[in-house]
């Protein structure tokens, strides 16, 4: 036996560490900034789902006598928008309709991409290089420009604003999918499973899905914010959500004739959805940071 | 030195006098074909053309400076890249023949690399690392734990405090013990270190040398070592081989390489260690200039450009190894009496 | 030693801290160095013994986040006290470093021609044609071998060695009376690795540099320094001339790091000394002598106090309670 035990020395340390997403969670929780990020988020969601409970008047009931209330007004705290409907109701409302157009784009994309992504380069060789060139096609488009394009020739409507943005989200999550397998199917520990004589199916289950699918989560995290900004551009447009439904890309949009009148009505949506893209963003952000493993 | 352990071993088939490991014109040249959309680049000849062979129960040192191609040579032994040409015995057996399939050759040979975290899966526990290997060859979750947690405490990690940690919760020294576990875990005979304490501290090296000294003895293993620390080569090795551009300078028993080596290379080699005598510093280089791109080697012999001996015939006649002594081979005109080298009349 | 006024650096009680997690880690805790003109200290330790650390504090290359206590002297200036522009001043001209990897101090995308001219021009405010010459020049004195060709090289185009001497260059380019060098050869071959260890001896008798070597080897220490320090854990353990250190090696540490050395007169199958343990975190240091857990010659009153140092033989100290009792007994190896 060795002369030394090399761990006799050092500090006792709890018999089992935490696993790897426990420390993550840790780390995040002491995180001011992502915290207080996630807290916006939160409030938003809840506020989305309970919209019936705590909306204070019908998001749809609209008033020609009580149109463009300024903030403040008795009965509609954050005023009235151009049909007189209560702005908070609305804002609350729309809140539904935002996220689930932001984040259902992201999920799909996230599936798709990195199931593209990783085949691609765990594969390697020519497939890789005819996907990759594929999805290069995809990268030559503005992703505004590709949306707006798709959208249009899909026609308007919910599903189809929700089909274009995947569309638009799958190469780039497929990129950063196959890049990041790339690095971890050339570690050496990938190596090491090789020569231990596992099968590629196990190398990819045990060596390299745990460590390709956090990083690609980050990066989807990060795009829930472009989506929900696109998604509203292109309610704004008029290819997404149709009147009267409360949604805040065309709450912006119909508001527009109130910018000289009531500026700061017209400007709320617009406020929401900085609110939650940011929020996202800064959540996003606090992951990436506590999941780098420190050496 | 040559083991009795070997002798016990019962996956013997060639006998004590077959080599555990035989490997004949070993060629790997990278690059050089134009891909799809592609760069045409130069050939590197990482690997040009090496013969040599580990004995049961010995440590054969490999040596040479960054591109001689020491550690091409690992991965083509470990069958991790495919060889251009030549012909990989073990045991008196072709690697990937009927008789000796790549899984059952994996299973007798196993690899413990320099970058100790790199090597470990950062998701995986250190306990899960040891026992992957067993489990994917079919033994049950509770035994292939009990022997990770066994080997843990053979490489001096005790189960109950480093089983369940995770690779960037020790220290370098205790991730490469973790490391030289999981290649044990499939008991192999051939255990191929490359630059495996390189990275470490001193003070650790040191510990796990000694490590490698009684894992080899408690388990009849044979060691390729392949660094480029001499001092450290020494210590480990029966034999050495040392390389040049992709080719074998010289090979032999270790203390007559470092005695009287018998190639030019070897010499410069060994005297461009540190002194460790402050009244007695080195003066002067003994090479000049970077060792040189495998792209495009030199003519004859490849270490004509930069060896103080070089005559005419260096540079165009390539030297075969030739008997320097005792199972002591050097590839140099010098060590050939019948080579016409000018210098040969006044050695 | 050298009295302060003598010395081109003068480090005392020399602390550096990090911020880590919610507490702070101090990575160099109290170390004196003291350089005259044209000498060589090499400082000699493992990872996370804060040699790197002590390097930087020098040249003041840590983020505003660490903090730095004591004082600094280098040259007549006090380093921790200088602004911004006279910092600016102070890096390559009086002060200038050179690097493990050369990629830290080239930029990829210029020529390495250009990128030493551009340094002589910001501090001498010279012209670029006087300003490549000295280019040329010193990449005549670091032999490179067609030295006007190479000026014209990216750092990529360069082997190994030759980017570290190129880098070299880089660094002498204004002049600077101390050099400040972070394991520059740990990642060169053996051949290279002397070529470049004489290269710096040569220069620094040239130029009366003023060298801190900063390496993990003992070997290239011997080699290229007039004094060795030691560094364990944050402190420097035993300081002294090169031969006064190795001959005679007095901390316990010193002796354990020459005695495992693999080295020729060990028989074969012998076991090396090693060490036992693994160097300190330096977030929970150890009580005491920071090497009391691995040490051999442990008592209890280790563990009570930070030992002061103790004189061996003049310029030679070390910090260790048990002195005495080493002298006594034989050291392992």
């Known amino acids: ?295 | 030195m040559s083991g009795t352990a070997a002798e016990l071993d019962p996956r013997d088939r060639g006998g004590a006098g077959t080599p555990l490991l035989d490997v004949r014109g070993l060629v790997k040249h990278f690059g050089g074909k134009g891909g799809f959309l592609a760069k045409k680049t130069g050939v590197v000849r990482a690997v040009d053309g090496v013969d040599f062979s580990v004995a049961k129960g010995e440590t054969l040192g490999i040596v040479g400076e960054s591109g001689c191609g020491k550690s091409t040579t690992a991965r083509l032994v470990m069958q991790i890249i495919a060889p251009d040409a030549g012909e990989i015995l073990f045991d008196g057996e072709a690697v990937g023949s009927a008789a000796l399939d790549l899984k059952a050759f994996r299973r007798q040979v196993q690899m413990v690399f320099q970058d100790s975290y790199a090597s470990l899966n950062p998701r995986l526990t250190v306990e899960d690392t040891v026992a992957f290997g067993p489990r994917i060859h079919g033994a049950s979750a509770a035994s292939s734990i009990a022997k990770a947690h066994d080997l843990l405490h053979r490489v001096g990690l005790e189960p109950r405090r480093f089983a369940g940690r995770y690779p960037h919760e020790i220290s370098g020294g205790q991730r490469q013990r973790v490391n030289i576990a999981r290649a044990l875990s499939l008991e192999p005979r051939l255990l191929i270190l490359d630059e495996a304490v390189s990275a470490l501290d001193k003070s650790v090296e040191a510990q796990v040398l000694n490590l490698l000294l009684d894992l080899k003895r408690d388990f009849g293993l044979t060691y390729m070592f392949i660094t480029h620390d001499l001092n450290v080569v020494r210590f480990m090795s029966d034999r050495i081989m040392v390389m040049y551009l992709g080719k074998v300078a010289e090979v032999g028993p270790s203390d007559p390489i470092f005695e009287r080596p018998g190639h030019p290379y070897t010499a410069a080699l060994l005297s461009s260690m540190p002194s460790m005598d402050p009244d007695n510093l080195t003066l002067e280089a003994p090479l000049t200039g970077d060792p040189p791109n495998p792209i495009d080697p030199p003519s004859g012999c490849r270490f004509h450009p930069r060896c103080k001996m070089v005559s005419a015939i260096c540079s165009h006649a390539e030297p075969p190894l030739s008997d320097v002594g005792a199972e002591h081979l050097a590839a140099c005109h010098l060590a050939n009496p019948n080579s016409g080298h000018p210098r040969l009349a006044a050695v | 030693m050298s009295s302060p006024s003598s010395s081109i650096v003068e480090a005392r009680n020399l602390t550096v801290d990090f911020a880590a997690g919610r507490g702070s880690l101090r990575a160099v805790c109290g170390v004196d160095l003291s350089l005259k003109p044209g000498e060589t200290v090499a400082l000699l330790g493992e990872s996370g013994s804060g040699k790197s650390v002590t390097l930087r504090a020098l040249m003041r290359l840590h983020p505003n986040s660490a903090k730095i206590g004591g004082a600094i002297t280098v040259d007549g200036q006090d380093v921790l006290a200088l602004s911004p522009a006279q910092l600016r001043a102070y890096r390559g001209r009086i002060v200038s470093m050179i690097f493990q990897d050369p990629g830290l101090a080239f930029d990829p995308v210029y020529r390495i021609g250009d990128q030493i001219a551009e340094t002589v021009m910001r501090h001498e405010g010279c012209s670029h044609a006087q300003a490549r010459k000295r280019g040329l020049e010193l990449f005549e004195r670091v032999r490179i071998p067609s030295p006007e060709r190479r000026l014209d090289n990216y750092p990529h185009e360069m082997s190994g060695g030759m980017r570290q001497r190129a880098m070299i260059a880089l660094a002498l380019a204004c002049r600077p009376k101390v050099l400040l060098a972070d394991e520059p050869t740990t990642a060169l071959d053996a051949t290279v690795q002397i070529q470049v260890l004489l290269l710096l001896r040569e220069l620094q008798r040239e130029f009366g540099l003023a060298i801190v070597f900063v390496t993990h080897d003992i070997g290239v220490a011997v080699e290229i320094a007039d004094r060795i320090a030691v560094m364990y854990a944050g402190r420097i353990v035993e300081s002294g001339s090169c031969a006064s250190v190795i001959r005679n090696p007095s901390h316990p540490y010193t002796r354990g790091l020459l005695a495992s050395r693999a080295h020729a007169t060990l028989a074969k199958g012998e076991r090396l000394y090693a060490i036992p343990g693994s160097p300190p975190d330096l977030a929970a240091p150890p009580p005491g002598c920071a090497f009391g857990p691995r040490c051999d010659r442990f008592i209890d009153g280790c563990a009570a106090d930070v030992p002061e140092n103790i004189a061996i033989e003049a310029g030679h100290e070390a910090r260790c309670f048990r002195l005495s009792a080493l002298e006594h007994g034989s050291n392992a190896a």
Do not use: C
């Open chain 1, 1 to 295: 036996m060795t002369a030394i035990d090399a761990g006799s020395l050092a500090v006792v340390v709890p018999v089992r560490s935490d696993g790897y997403w426990t420390s993550v969670g840790r780390r995040l929780i002491r995180d001011p900034v992502a915290m207080a990020a996630l807290a916006v988020i939160l409030i938003i969601v809840l506020a989305a789902i309970f919209a019936p409970y705590i909306a204070p008047a019908d998001p749809f009931r609209s008033s020609i006598v009580r149109r463009l209330r300024p903030i403040g007004t008795p009965g509609y705290w954050l005023g009235s928008d151009e049909l007189g409907r209560d702005m908070l109701s609305r804002l609350i409302y729309g809140g539904r309709l935002s996220l689930f157009m932001g984040v259902t784009p992201v999920i799909l994309a996230f599936v798709v991409g990195s199931t593209i992504g990783i085949f691609a380069a765990y594969v390697g060789g020519w497939v890789n290089t005819v996907v990759m060139r594929i999805i290069d096609v995809f990268f030559a488009f503005p992703s505004v420009l590709l949306a707006i394009a798709l959208s249009g020739a899909l026609g308007a409507g919910i599903l189809n604003s929700i089909v274009s943005l995947t569309v638009v989200f799958v190469p780039q999550i497929a990129r950063i999918a196959e890049s990041v397998t790339t690095q971890t199917r050339n570690r050496d520990f990938v190596e090491a499973a090789r020569i231990s004589g596992a099968g590629t199916l196990t190398i990819v289950r045990v060596h390299v899905l745990g460590n390709v699918l956090g990083p690609i989560f980050v990066y989807a995290t990060s795009l829930i914010s472009v989506s929900m900004i696109l998604s509203s551009g292109l309610s704004f447009l008029g290819l997404g959500v149709k009147p009267p439904e409360p949604e805040w890309g065309l709450m912006l949009n119909t508001l527009r004739t109130a910018i000289y009148s009531q500026p700061l009505i017209a400007a709320l949506p617009g406020a929401m959805i900085f609110i939650t893209s940011i929020s996202f963003n800064l959540f996003s952000d606090g992951l990436r940071t506590a999941m780098e493993v420190r050496q």
